[in-house]
């Protein structure tokens, strides 16, 4: 639903480049997300790890793929993870917890980054991902 988000912004008079569109990495389908960044928005990639929602696989592919034609800039690379609900631990069945192994804030260090290396992405464009968007955003 994030074009749909980004009609009520714009209908709104916001300006679609302070918006950060979150879990758009729960989709693998590009003309979504170029349909949004050329918008002007930038799009979250931050559930990394949640594979019974949507493959890792085809997460990585559409972030390779974004980069690799440039919208590095727009892209805001995190990782969405719960340690704690309403102040309480999280109480993890082992069912579950077979279905969130890599659900956890490391996951993206030491898996993702590692295999968005391995397919040729630049340092630069990951550093862009995870430090730079993130803090132009914050301070405009």
Request: include cysteine; proline fraction near 4%.
């Amino acid at each position: 639903m994030g074009r749909e988000q980004l009609d009520i912004f714009a209908s709104e008079g916001v300006n679609l480049s302070h918006v950060i569109i979150g879990h758009s990495c729960g989709s693998s389908d590009l003309k979504y997300h170029v349909d949004m960044l050329d918008r002007g928005c930038l799009l979250g990639f931050d559930r990394f790890g949640l594979d019974f929602l949507h493959p890792d696989k085809l997460r990585l592919a559409a972030l390779i793929g974004l980069a690799g034609v440039g919208y590095q800039e727009q892209i805001v690379l995190s990782h969405d993870s719960v340690a704690c609900w309403l102040g309480r631990g999280l109480e993890i069945t082992p069912e579950i917890a077979r279905l969130v192994e890599n659900w956890n804030p490391t996951h993206v260090f030491k898996n993702i980054i590692p295999a968005m290396r391995g397919a040729g992405v630049a340092e630069e464009k990951i550093n862009s991902m995870l430090v730079a968007n993130p803090r132009k955003f914050f301070q405009s």
